[in-house]
T-cell receptor, first 117, second 113 residues
Framework: DTEVTQTPKHLVMGMTNKKSLKCEQH?????MYWYKQKAKKPPELMFV???????INESVPSRFSPECPNSSLLNLHLHALQPEDSALYLC????????????????FGPGTRLTVL | AQSVTQLDSHVSVSEGTPVLLRCNYS??????LFWYVQHPNKGLQLLLK??????LVKGINGFEAEFKKSETSFHLTKPSAHMSDAAEYFC???????????FGAGTRLTVKP
């Protein structure tokens, strides 16, 4: 099973709302990722968690707050977003972060389509 | 630094004809390269990957890619296009010694009946 699930599928929120995106995997992967994808563009890396610790933050604004409560679950908390934050948010996981020169395939979820009004 | 360049933003083929999607890479080290496919309003699905084993890599749905170091290329091919192949295709390189991916700009494949 190589499934990564994401909820909700669609989310519409106002600029003053607080909402959360959820990502789950049960493959025993220890690395999890958040990407943002604008229309007709490739995904852009936002955050990387390795063994439940944040290891990469690609200079993402603080209105996005990631959380990794356990090895299977990854959340992205949203607060005071702007209309330009509207995008497809993709979660991915991999066995590890390919340390020591290795490479671990990333498996993606279907994404959450976020619209900020 | 590692990066990939997808040479065509849009490729259009007729059903049953061959598909060629081109990707060139730049890397100081021996790279790990991937092709992912994204159907409209969907997540990304792994088609195939190269990690310094066989240079000709076979993937799902009849796709394959050949790693050519002398040409710094990793082109994706399929002998016969199917309507269901219409999608966006991304060539990806892994940043050395971690697992962080760098995506090409994508190639949109259109398949005509």
């Amino acid at each position: 099973d190589t499934e990564v699930t994401q909820t909700p599928k669609h989310l519409v929120m106002g600029m003053t709302n607080k909402k959360s995106l959820k990502c789950e995997q049960h493959m025993g992967h220890r690395a999890m990722y958040w990407y943002k994808q604008k229309a007709k563009k490739p995904p852009e890396l936002m955050f990387v968690y390795s063994y439940e610790k944040l290891s990469i933050n690609e200079s993402v604004p603080s209105r996005f707050s990631p959380e990794c409560p356990n090895s299977s679950l990854l959340n992205l908390h949203l607060h005071a977003l702007q209309p330009e934050d509207s995008a497809l948010y993709l979660c991915a996981s991999s066995q590890d972060r390919g340390v020591a020169g290795g490479t671990d395939t990333q498996y993606f979820g279907p994404g959450t389509r976020l619209t900020v009004l | 630094a590692q990066s990939v360049t997808q040479l065509d933003s849009h490729v259009s083929v007729s059903e049953g004809t061959p598909v060629l999607l081109r990707c060139n890479y730049s890397s100081s080290y021996s790279p790990s390269l991937f092709w992912y496919v994204q159907h409209p309003n969907k997540g990304l699905q792994l088609l195939l990957k190269y990690t310094s084993a066989a240079t000709l890599v076979k993937g799902i749905n009849g796709f394959e890619a050949e790693f050519k170091k002398s040409e710094t290329s990793f082109h994706l091919t399929k002998p016969s296009a199917h309507m269901s192949d219409a999608a966006e295709y991304f060539c990806v390189v892994i940043r050395y010694n971690n697992n962080d991916m760098r995506f090409g700009a994508g190639t949109r494949l259109t398949v005509k009946p």
